[in-house]
């Protein structure tokens, strides 16, 4: 028992003394994490777009497809991605295995998925006459894809919180592709896993909680947004 | 009335669903100012012809002339919409203001805040619902909706309006509110409309022309009372309200009226028709008078017939009678006139319309 209070305490200690090398770890999360999630915004968010709003032969396969993609396990994707970046590998001449880049690689290939297949829900549940009404108002197609968006604009935003949340508590991919390279690839969830390994509670534990805080900041603001949202 | 010169114009337009044709119009002509009616039953066509003459689907066939322009290419298709404005069944609003949505066409537009305040403002006002301008627009009733997508369409002050069932999900008082307010704008702004409905009631009041249209073609186009009154076919006179329809045949004829034989009862109408043809007499309910009591009164209706009523429904602002007087009729009475003649079903009366009320068409 004593060993868990200890290391509450020592976490705390670490947390509010802003710790150099916990805050350096936090920060490189975030910056590695939110980098990934830019990423997967851009694509998820106007793939997910593009396939809500036409029809196309193997759509249903392509919609499957997206789905199933939301569910990527890290450790295949880090796996993958390591394949990929090896010194011989079809991407190898990139030379950024083991760097904060591949990182980024890998978690955007697990984020994009998540973004897209929410946001290819958000549009399909968008009444379907509104986008003829908004061509009837005298909309050009860019015109009314932006209107569309805007209308979706909540579940859009939790489409991007959900993915952000995937890649910052994910570790399979991120120890396999950044090697946990001390200040340079070692973020929250690689650190946790390598001090508890260590038998070093007390700074797994302020990373532990740090993460848990993150994650419930961001589920936090993801709930209030689906509840803001109008029972339908 | 004036004769106007045509805005819009339809020619050999189909439409095809999975190689089946779900519209067929050889030719539809609209008027400047004029306010059309689509009536007919539900998957007539009527929205599926509204979507096309708005080029907001492509028909597999046909083309359509605005002022007497073809249409042809898609930046034709886009420079006519904006010259014109629609509104769904469902006010499909954007989750903002109400201020916002009305500006919504014109921001398109791309016009700036000062230039297009003035017109939202205006457009509200006339729809009554200036009162809600920075209300949200996801949080109005059915009928604060429905009017905010009206001040949409008209703040766009739009050449041609199409209106596709544009009451239909209201409540009856919402509804005959924002049907007087809407012909009061129509008058007011003389704007060109087509509208569809199914209900007729809707049509006769709003429109200059009807057109009657079932599975995907147009029956009949007309003015209100020659719809109303002259229907061509059974399906036009089965929409248009003549609930009672009695087939027989002609026995007698006489100069300008003639005698149907039905179900044993004699029937006199207006028209000419030789003995032994076989007809369909339609009655409107509107038009059926009942009287209790003797039936020696003098009276010029020629048709009159003891009865029996068998059911009695009310229907808002009257009550419909169902009456067996050896054949079925059925009666629209005011509520004031079924409470004075207690008219209860198992009465005995007599039902009388005139021989100019029966409307009858040849089998």
Sequence with gaps: MDIIIEGIKQAFILIFTLDPEVMGITWLSLKISGTATIISMVLGVSTGTAVALTRFPGRRIVISLINTGMGLPPVVVGLFVTVFLWRNGPLGFLEILYTPASIILAQAVIATPIVMGISLAAMQNLPPGLRLQILALGATRIQMVWMLIKEARLPLLSAIMAGFGGVISEVGASIMVGGNIKGYTRVLTTATVMETGKGNFDIAMALGIILLVLAFIINSILTYVQQRERPR | ?363
């Design chain 2, 1 to 363: 009335m004036t004769i106007e010169r045509p805005i819009l114009e339809a020619r050999n337009l189909q439409v095809l669903r999975g190689g089946v044709p779900v519209l067929a119009i050889p030719e539809l002509t609209i008027n400047e100012r004029q306010v059309l009616s689509l009536i007919g039953p539900n998957g007539a066509g009527k929205s599926t012809l509204l979507l096309a003459l708005t080029c907001l689907i492509q028909p597999s066939m046909g083309n359509i002339f605005f002022r007497g322009q073809r249409i042809t290419s898609h930046h034709d298709a886009f420079s006519y919409r904006r010259k014109l404005a629609m509104v769904f069944q469902e006010p499909l609003l954007f989750d903002t203001t109400v201020f916002e949505n009305v500006a919504a066409g014109l921001k398109i537009r791309g016009m700036k805040k000062h230039e297009y305040c003035h017109a939202v403002e205006k457009s509200l006002d006339r729809f009554g619902i200036s009162h809600l301008t920075s209300r949200s627009a996801v949080k109005l009733s059915g009928g604060e909706a429905q009017r905010t997508s009206l001040a949409r369409a008209f703040a766009l002050e739009p050449e041609i309006i199409f209106l596709d069932e544009p009451f239909s999900s209201l409540d009856p008082p919402t509804r005959s509110s924002l049907i007087d307010d809407l012909e009061r704008i129509l008058r007011e702004t003389k704007t060109t409309a087509v509208i569809t409905t199914h209900d007729q009631m809707e049509a006769m009041r709003l429109s200059d022309q009807i057109a009657v249209m079932d599975r995907g073609k147009i029956l009949q186009t007309g003015i209100p009372s020659e719809i109303m009154n002259n229907p061509v076919d059974e399906c036009v006179a089965a929409f248009v309200g003549m609930e009672t329809a009695l087939a027989g045949d002609v026995i007698r004829s006489y100069d300008g009226s003639f005698i149907v034989s039905v179900s044993g009862r004699e029937v006199e109408a207006v028209g000419t028709a030789a003995p032994g043809d076989s007809v369909i007499c339609f009655v409107r309910p509107e038009n059926v008078t009942i009287t209790t009591g003797g039936s020696g009164d003098a009276t010029s209706a020629r048709n009159r017939f003891p009865g029996k009523i068998t059911r009695v429904t009310p229907a808002g602002l009257f009550h419909k009678i169902h009456l067996d007087c050896g054949f079925p009729l059925v009666a629209y009475i005011t509520n004031i006139s079924v409470e004075n003649l207690s008219l209860v079903p198992g009465k005995d009366v007599t039902a009388s319309f005139k021989a100019t009320g029966v409307h009858v068409i040849k089998k």
